[in-house]
């Protein structure tokens, strides 16, 4: 099956900062995704990103598929962004490991 | 709308005991997913559904593990005999056909296998 790395695996950052999150994938998709579990272990859907650059707010992804990474963007960090940002890839939705995100007031 | 439900939340078995969650999917999504997230791990698909129909169950192990959804509603993940590797967090997410890439999570289910 398609294996799926994220980078890095944590990051800590003060309220305020920007930072890039990396999902690389073994093969070529048409279906990637990319979400957020709060600290209490809800899961959220951020994007749909097979392709191209998305924006929602103060995140934004870019997906190369043909390079076959995916990029997760997060400016102004606020506490709230805190949890376990995933990546899945395929249509049997692969997930990566995560990257654990703390936010620090 | 309501979103995703799941019961129970939390549930501690001995090994070789069986144990039941249930989930209902947001109302009118046709999709079903079940997932199992072990501890620092992402989830992984056990099975998907759409209506009543199996559409993927490549990852379910299938002599323990058996999901059902008859009347294309609500659906229930058993698994007959547990063992101590089965300690994870049972996800339920529902998707509508429209925009099938939008999945809505439950809160899960903790189960712990002594």
């Known amino acids: 099956g398609i294996q799926v790395e994220q980078s890095p695996p944590d990051l800590i950052l003060q309220e305020g900062a920007n930072s890039t999150l990396r999902c690389n994938f073994s093969d070529s998709v048409n279906n990637l995704q990319w979400f957020h579990q709060n600290p209490w272990g809800q899961l959220i859907n951020l994007f749909y990103i097979p392709s191209g650059t998305k924006q929602n707010g103060r995140l934004s992804a870019t997906t190369v598929a043909t390079e076959r990474y995916s990029l997760l963007y997060i400016s102004s960090s606020q506490t709230t962004d805190s949890g376990v940002y995933f990546c899945a890839v395929g249509n049997d939705m692969r997930f990566g490991a995560g990257t654990r995100l703390t936010v620090k007031p | 709308e309501a979103g995703v439900a799941q019961s129970p939340r939390y549930k501690i078995i001995e090994k070789r005991q069986s144990v039941a969650f249930w989930c209902n999917p947001i109302?009118?999504?046709?999709?079903l997913y079940w997932y199992q997230q072990i501890l620092g791990q992402g989830p992984k698909l056990l099975i998907q559904f759409q209506n009543n129909g199996v559409v993927d169950d490549s990852q379910l192990p299938k002599d323990r593990f058996s999901a059902e959804r008859l009347k294309g509603v609500d659906s229930t993940l058993k698994i007959q005999p547990a063992k101590l590797e089965d300690s994870a967090v049972y996800l339920c997410a529902s998707s509508s056909i429209w925009r099938a890439v939008e999945q809505y999570f439950g809160p899960g289910t903790r189960l712990t296998v002594t």
């Open positions: 109302s009118g999504h046709a999709t």
